[in-house]
């Protein structure tokens, strides 16, 4: 099955405590995202990477890392989280770069920073 | 600053009447509008979508309607049922790749 995988679902850790949510797809699909969702913020973009090794910024980068080693992962990693990162997080993927690719999402990941 | 607005917040409608949604945005270079459905602990699907050349794209009970000129595009679900119930989102994107999103709206579908 076609499919965005994200792990954990759900996490609740402590300010600083270093940790890393998975995404990976079977797609074969060049362009992957992050995103998080907040109520009445829709969603923002975390970052994104167009191919392998190829990552950029997106409208709300601060305090995240990403990297994509491989075509099908692209970890989010949080070195030291904080209480403002509480969000429910998604991880997406499409083909290519053409704007009318279809955007496929994971099933999301929700994050409680204490 | 929200490039792309969207209302309302939410939507109480009837079994069978007209759900709409509205969205407004302020870049001229956007020209890709999609709409995304999304229910509770699953991710945003894309529904439906349109490019600025054509002014209605319906898809089904599904209808998006665009005015260039007054940059702002809408979501009709007609016949609206029980299943419909979800948060909407529209988008807009253009040459850098990237989706910007309305803030969602919360349909409920009343039997």
């Known amino acids: 099955e076609a499919q965005v995988t994200q792990n954990p679902r759900y996490l609740i850790t402590v300010t600083g405590k270093k940790l890393t949510v998975t995404c990976s797809q079977n797609?074969?699909?060049?362009?992957m995202s992050w995103y998080r969702q907040d109520p009445g913020l829709g969603l923002r973009q975390i970052y994104y990477?167009?191919?392998?090794?190829?990552?950029d910024k997106g409208d709300v980068p601060e305090g995240y890392k990403v990297s994509r080693k491989e075509k099908r992962n692209f970890p989010l990693i949080l070195e030291s989280p904080s209480p403002n990162q509480t969000s429910l997080y998604f991880c997406?993927?499409?083909?290519?770069?053409?704007?009318?690719?279809?955007?496929?999402f994971g099933p999301g990941t929700r994050l409680t920073v204490l | 600053q929200q490039q792309v607005k969207q209302s309302p917040q939410s939507l109480i409608v009837q079994k069978g009447g007209i759900s709409i949604i509205n969205c407004a945005y302020e870049?001229?270079?956007?020209?890709?509008f999609p709409w995304y459905q999304q229910f509770p602990g699953k991710g945003p699907a894309l529904l439906i979508a349109?490019?600025?050349d054509v002014s209605e794209k319906k898809e089904g009970r599904f209808t998006i309607s665009f005015n260039k000129s007054a940059k702002q595009f809408s979501l009709h679900i007609m016949d609206s049922q029980p299943g419909d119930s979800a948060t909407y989102f529209c988008?807009?994107?253009?040459?850098?790749?990237?989706?910007?999103w309305g803030a969602g709206t919360k349909l409920i579908i009343k039997p």
């Open positions: 870049n001229t270079a956007f020209d890709y």
């Open positions: 988008a807009a994107s253009g040459s850098n790749y990237q989706l910007i």
């Open positions: 349109i490019r600025p």
């Open positions: 797609m074969n699909h060049e362009y």
């Open positions: 997406a993927s499409r083909l290519g770069t053409a704007l009318w690719d279809e955007q496929f």
């Open positions: 990477s167009m191919n392998v090794e190829v990552t």
